[in-house]
């Protein structure tokens, strides 16, 4: 039973930039959350997609930006990406409304803006 | 509003010991569920245990063992006879019933076992 999967691991881009990170959920699952983790930090929620379409949002700006596809996979867009956008990317899967009750994090892609 | 708070940047002990790492929150909520996860330096969060608010037994498993407490709104986490694979930061987290689930975390707090 494969767990959540994202990619690419670790991601380097320039200020300006935009950038695309990839999740794919538990099997079975039908829910995907993204985090951000800044270092030193816990994980802060940006968003949430069920059914592809954008369920719950945390406080981020829409430059974030994120899809789901109808196997539920999902993917997250970074524009006009800053410095500040560095940080660890964290996805989970879960069942709908369940939301953190029975999530499953992935392993995150690190993403380096310079 | 929803507040977790971890007031233990690091804690660094030698294999054997015995750590607490406390875990304080805030909510004005009845309905909630309080979470700790592990981070190793893999970066995946690991699931270790999830509490409701309505149920305020400890709980122990293996080594590791949690205290709920209402009346001082805290969830510690307790590891006995620590060893070197415990490194890693370890994560409180809170999610509300009337915030759809979504959870907010602590800051961490890296434990780092020598041994």
């Known amino acids: 039973d494969a767990g959540v999967t994202q990619s690419p691991t670790h991601l380097i881009k320039t200020r300006g930039q935009q950038v695309t990170l990839r999740c794919s959920p538990k099997?079975?699952?039908?829910?995907v959350s993204w985090y951000q983790q800044a270092l030193g930090q816990g994980p802060q929620f940006i968003f949430q997609?069920?059914?592809?379409?954008?369920?719950q949002r945390g406080n981020f700006p829409d430059r974030f930006s994120g899809h789901q596809f109808p196997n539920y996979s999902s993917e997250l867009n970074v524009n006009a990406l800053l410095l500040g956008d560095s940080a660890l990317y964290l996805c989970?899967?879960?069942?709908?409304?369940?939301?953190?009750?029975?999530?499953?994090f992935g392993p995150g892609t690190r993403l380096t803006v310079t | 509003a929803q507040k977790v708070t971890q007031a233990q940047t690091e804690i660094s002990v030698v294999e054997k010991e015995d750590v607490t790492l406390d875990c304080v929150y805030e909510?004005?909520?009845?309905?909630?569920?309080l979470f700790w996860y592990k981070q190793p330096p893999s970066g995946e969060l690991v699931f270790l245990i999830r509490?409701?608010?309505?149920?305020?037994q400890n709980e122990i498993s293996g080594r590791y063992s949690w205290n709920f407490q209402k009346s001082t709104s805290s969830f510690n986490f307790t590891i006995t006879a620590s060893q070197v694979v415990d490194s890693a930061v370890y994560f409180c987290?809170?999610?509300?019933?009337?915030?759809?689930?979504?959870?907010?975390f602590g800051r961490g707090t890296s434990l780092i076992v020598h041994p």
């Open positions: 987290a809170l999610s509300l019933r009337g915030g759809s689930y979504i959870p907010t």
């Open positions: 099997s079975g699952h039908d829910t």
């Open positions: 989970a899967s879960s069942l709908v409304g369940q939301g953190a009750y029975e999530q499953y």
């Open positions: 997609y069920y059914e592809e379409e954008e369920r």
């Open positions: 509490r409701n608010s309505f149920d305020e």
């Open positions: 909510t004005r909520d009845t309905t909630y569920y």
